[in-house]
């Protein structure tokens, strides 16, 4: 699906292109591609980097066309609500200026909002590239907060018990938190090659680059940290689950000590041996009450250890 926005108070919707205008394209269709490869003239070759779903973030120029693919989170629609990064290219040239990604994200549609509320049009392209760099490094950091909340969640729960949900969830969190971490340190890249082009720093906004950098500082630092959390969490759950296991053997060699004693007595009883019972009526009321008197001592020694 495709749109168009132009400068207005913010950027507004368009019917058409315009130049100068913002062409956005979501989840393409054929038609989409067929639009902008045979009306815009969009490299094709730019076209399928921005498709592979691995594209490392980066910039190319191709006979005056310029693609900068960064990495923008994305939350995953399923049960268990985990985020991960695609690709989002833009693809410009003298009055065109394009977008693509492959994904339904919200980071498009939240900054096309923001430029209504800030009133910020589209004056150069290489500054409105910056912009949604700036978006998408905020964007990661609303995420963090989540993945956050549902660490904390967890730690919650290992207090209680420790159940496979909670080790697939905290393991799929640490899988994101890898995502983002090779995400944010592209862009990052991305961002001082951008800075340093040729013909670049006469164009751009200083501020608006100094913005993006420090966003961009802070989420890969928040994301470090929370992978450092994580890694703790999931060191407790091992040690939790090492501990429970040791409970359990314990408890089952004190069941196995308990229950030998009075088998080791009637074992003796058992044999056909002359032992001298057949003289001694209360041999076998004797044989009992040891045999119970053995197993309650041995009950009562592993209860003091704390085995049970």
Request: charge should be neutral; include cysteine.
């Amino acid at each position: 699906m495709r749109t168009f926005l132009k400068n207005g108070i913010g950027m507004i919707p368009c019917n058409k292109w315009e130049p100068n205008c913002w062409v956005n394209v979501v989840k393409p269709t054929p038609q989409d591609k067929a639009y902008l490869i045979n009306t815009l003239d969009v490299p094709l070759a730019f076209y399928e980097d921005i498709e592979d779903v691995d594209e490392r973030p980066r910039v190319e120029v191709e006979d005056g066309w310029c693609l900068v693919l960064m990495r923008i989170p994305y939350k995953v629609h399923n049960a268990n609500g985990t985020f991960s990064t695609v690709p989002l290219g833009i693809i410009f040239k003298d009055d065109i200026f394009v977008s693509v990604c492959f994904y339904q994200t919200d980071i498009i549609q939240d900054f096309i909002s923001y430029t209504k509320r800030k009133n910020i049009n589209k004056t150069d392209n290489i500054n409105f590239v910056f912009r949604l760099l700036l978006s998408s490094s905020i964007w990661f950091l609303k995420y963090l907060k989540s993945i956050n909340a549902q660490i904390k969640a967890a730690e919650r729960e290992l207090e209680t018990s420790v159940e496979n949900d909670d080790l697939k969830t905290l393991s799929n969190l640490d899988r994101t938190l890898v995502y983002f971490t090779s995400a944010l340190r592209g862009n990052e890249i991305l961002t001082h090659k951008l800075k340093n082009m040729r013909g670049i720093k006469e164009v751009y906004d200083p501020d608006l680059v100094e913005d993006v950098e420090i966003e961009s500082k802070q989420a890969l630092e928040t994301t470090s940290i929370y992978s450092t959390i994580l890694n703790s969490t999931l060191d407790t759950y091992a040690t939790v689950i090492s501990n429970n296991l040791n409970m359990v053997m314990k408890r089952l060699t004190s069941i196995n000590v308990i229950l030998m004693l009075p088998t080791l007595i009637a074992s003796f009883f058992g044999m056909n041996l002359e032992i001298g019972t057949s003289i001694f009526n209360w041999m076998f009321y004797i044989a009992v009450f040891v045999s119970i008197a053995f197993t309650a001592l041995s009950a009562i020694f592993f209860y003091k250890k704390r085995w049970f």
